[in-house]
């Protein structure tokens, strides 16, 4: 196996149990079996685990918001773009046997026994996702799609919440039916 083909590997392999397990859970070993290549060799590219998380966040958030973005600038309603980013969290969850969440929630919950440069990379992405929610709530409202109570700026943050929230619950339930009730209920609260 080719050196990138390797990192990359450990990669996918570290992120796909990250959004399982949880990043405490998650072990250096699991990569190793899971990769079917030693200890040592994950070492080799990530000599410590801060390392590969480091690399998995620079690799998740951009690759995100790429899709957030292009949902964003395309042409459709606000009501559309809003679906279609919640469907990004469903496509999260739907994928596997209905166990991921998304990496950065994940590591989010776990952030108190991580380093600080990990919580500046979550925060940035949780604080990302509000502002572009926030641009698409005033999108929503300005064309009359959207009515609500409240400064928007809060309804981004509580919709950004819903939706990492709800991504553990419906985890719980293993059933993506649990997610799908819950944004439509918050279509709900939000439409005109």
């Known amino acids: ?10 990669l996918d392999t570290a992120q796909e149990l ?35 998380l480091v690399s ?16 964003l600038e395309s042409s459709e309603s606000a009501e559309i773009k809003l679906r279609r980013y919640c469907g990004l969290f469903e496509a999260t969850l739907s994928s596997g046997e209905q166990d991921k969440v998304c990496l950065c929630g994940m590591i989010g919950a ?32 300005d064309e009359g799609v959207f009515s609500f109570s409240g400064e928007t700026e809060a309804m981004a943050k509580l919709i950004f919440s819903l ?14 039916t649990h997610f799908k009730v819950v944004v439509e209920q918050l279509f709900q609260l939000v439409k005109a």
């Open 56 to 71: 998995l966040l620079e690799r998740y958030t951009p690759s995100f918001f790429r899709l957030v973005d292009s949902i």
């Open 1 to 10: 196996m080719k050196t990138t083909d390797t990192r990359l590997k450990i």
């Open 163 to 176: 939706l990492e929230g709800e991504l553990l619950i419906a985890r719980v339930h293993g059933d993506v």
């Open 110 to 141: 776990e952030v108190k026994t991580l380093s600080s440069s990990l919580t500046k990379q979550i925060t940035h992405f949780f604080q990302e996702n509000e502002i572009r929610l926030t641009k698409l709530l005033t999108q929503g409202k």
């Open 18 to 52: 990250i959004q399982k397990l949880g990043v405490n859970a998650m072990s250096y070993a699991d990569i190793s079996t899971a990769v079917g290549i030693r200890k040592a060799s994950i070492h080799y590219h990530f000599p410590s685990k801060e390392d590969l």
